[in-house]
């Protein structure tokens, strides 16, 4: 059996981590919200909106899409620049 006062600082519960506890906000897909059926690569307003400045594809962690609606939004992404709706690079 093991001796409480050896344990070691990692094996607290998880509420006593540390003296703060953060709030976290429920993050959220907008095409799960809006239960989009797929995503239109002839729509070129709402792709805009996932390009940087410079016309990198931005990541799911900062556009907050679920992998399955990520997927779909670089495929419909690298569509439209294949036929000009969308530049390669901005300069």
Do not use: W
Not at 47 to 67: P, V
Not at 74 to 89: G, T
Request: glycine share 4%; charged share 30%.
């Amino acid at each position: 059996m093991m001796n409480r006062k050896f344990r070691s600082s990692g094996d607290k519960p998880r509420g006593q981590r540390g003296p703060y506890r953060r709030f976290q906000v429920r993050r959220y897909c907008k095409f799960c919200a809006d239960k989009t059926p797929f995503i239109d690569y002839k729509n070129v307003k709402v792709l805009k909106s996932y390009l940087s400045e410079k016309g990198k594809i931005t990541a799911a962690r900062m556009t907050n899409t679920c992998a399955k609606h990520q997927r779909a939004l670089s495929a419909a992404i690298k569509r439209a620049r294949n036929i000009a709706l969308l530049p390669f690079v901005e300069k």
